[in-house]
């Protein structure tokens, strides 16, 4: 590996704005739609609770998304972490890197295997974790997810060289 700093951003990756407008105002929609649906078509009361709990969740989904979507992801020497500090997963506990067209992966991104388990946890639209897996993309660019598993994986056959 190189001389760099451990600090050094190597790569960053954020969701455009318009990105975030067309997710977060369709999944808002989406919730508005189900409680004006549960509200003046009237169903069944059991019906009419399901879908305003329903568009609730959908609207909670959405603000979720909001607030995720306005990290940054920053690739260092290192590891891979959101700009505010939260740590996604060290470089030295990563052992692959899937971005092929057929992988399990989200869209526009690529997914990554770990050595250890870690918590689960989920930024909607941006990345989400279980156990030894780890997704990156979603809302994100394809160009800048490309170019930041390119350096993982570039940076996992380093670490194999050696």
Do not use: Y
């Amino acid at each position: 590996m190189s001389d760099a700093p451990e600090d050094e951003v190597l790569a960053t990756v954020s969701a455009s704005i318009g990105r975030r407008i067309l997710g977060i105002g369709l999944l808002s929609l989406l919730a508005v739609m189900v409680i004006w649906m549960a509200v003046t078509k009237s169903p069944a009361f059991g019906w009419q609770i399901f879908l305003i709990g329903l568009g609730i969740t959908a609207l909670m989904i959405a603000d979720a998304m909001r607030r995720s979507t306005a990290c940054v992801l920053e690739l260092t020497t290192t590891m891979l972490r959101e700009k505010d500090g939260r740590i996604i997963a060290r470089i030295d506990e990563i052992t692959d890197v899937e971005r092929g067209a057929f992988a399990f992966k989200p869209s526009n991104g690529f997914l990554l295997t770990t050595s250890t388990r870690n918590s689960r946890a989920w930024r909607p639209g941006v990345w989400w974790r279980m156990g030894r897996k780890i997704g990156i993309g979603g809302m994100l660019p394809g160009r800048q997810t490309k170019f930041m598993s390119e350096i993982i994986a570039v940076r996992l056959a380093e670490r194999e060289v050696r």
